[in-house]
T-cell receptor
Framework: DAGVIQSPRHEVTEMGQEVTLRCKPISGHDYLFWYRQTMMRGLELLIYFNNNVPIDDSGMPEDRFSAKMPNASFSTLKIQPSEPRDSAVYFC????????????FGPGTRLTVT | LAKTTQPISMDSYEGQEVNITCSHNNIATNDYITWYQQFPSQGPRFIIQGYKTKVTNEVASLFIPADRKSSTLSLPRVSLSDTAVYYCLVGPLGGYNKLIFGAGTRLAVHP
């Protein structure tokens, strides 16, 4: 398997624009997670899905953030409108259900909002 | 939530064994201990997970004393490629929203 795939790897946009980050989890994995990493706040869980259903979105910072998982092989994280403080690396991760915290992370999307 | 405390940074040399200790004094009965590794410009990578005593895999060993108030990640014979940030996480199975990646421990391995 190719692992978790994220696109784009880098995104530079202007404040106020809509940004869509994409993730393809590892085939067969039941859980999908979106994280954000910044120097100031470290790695934070934004939202996670189980079998395509959002389970906990309490980490989503504002209503400007939304996430969807239309099927088992695709998820998006959308920011509309984007702000400079959204600049961060966004990671998607997936894992199998079971008795472990063995999550597989993607390479991340580095977002810069100017 | 169980709070974890790790050293901010550590230095080692190639070929040495490195032990990184994590303190989690208020760990709950149903909490597990998980360690991740993160290289620059990459996502974290799962290393090992345990509940009590000792767990070993091809990458590392995890030592957990009987009171479970701390744990030690042991990396045998490190190489330059082990330079990374190591995170200790504590939480109940399935409690994904309770896992906290703190600042981690920055390990620098020198030639």
């Amino acid at each position: 398997d190719a692992g978790v795939i994220q696109s784009p790897r880098h995104e530079v946009t202007e404040m106020g624009q809509e940004v869509t980050l994409r993730c393809k989890p590892i085939s067969g994995h039941d859980y999908l997670f979106w994280y954000r990493q910044t120097m100031m706040r470290g790695l934070e869980l934004l939202i996670y899905f189980n079998n395509n259903v959002p389970i906990d979105d309490s980490g989503m910072p504002e209503d400007r953030f939304s996430a969807k998982m239309p099927n088992a092989s695709f998820s998006t994280l959308k920011i509309q409108p984007s702000e400079p403080r959204d600049s961060a690396v966004y990671f998607c991760a997936s894992q199998l259900a079971g008795t472990s915290y063995e999550q597989y992370f993607g390479p991340g999307t580095r977002l810069t909002v100017t | 939530l169980a709070k974890t405390t790790q050293p901010i940074s550590m230095d080692s040399y190639e070929g040495q064994e490195v032990n990184i200790t994590c303190s989690h004094n208020n760990i709950a009965t149903n909490d597990y201990i998980t360690w991740y590794q993160q290289f620059p410009s990459q996502g974290p990578r799962f290393i090992i997970q345990g509940y009590k005593t000792k767990v070993t895999n091809e990458v590392a060993s995890l030592f957990i004393p009987a009171d479970r108030k701390s744990s030690t990640l042991s990396l045998p014979r490190v190489s330059l490629s082990d330079t990374a940030v190591y995170y200790c996480l504590v939480g109940p199975l399935g409690g994904y929203n309770k896992l906290i990646f703190g600042a981690g421990t920055r390990l620098a391995v020198h030639p």
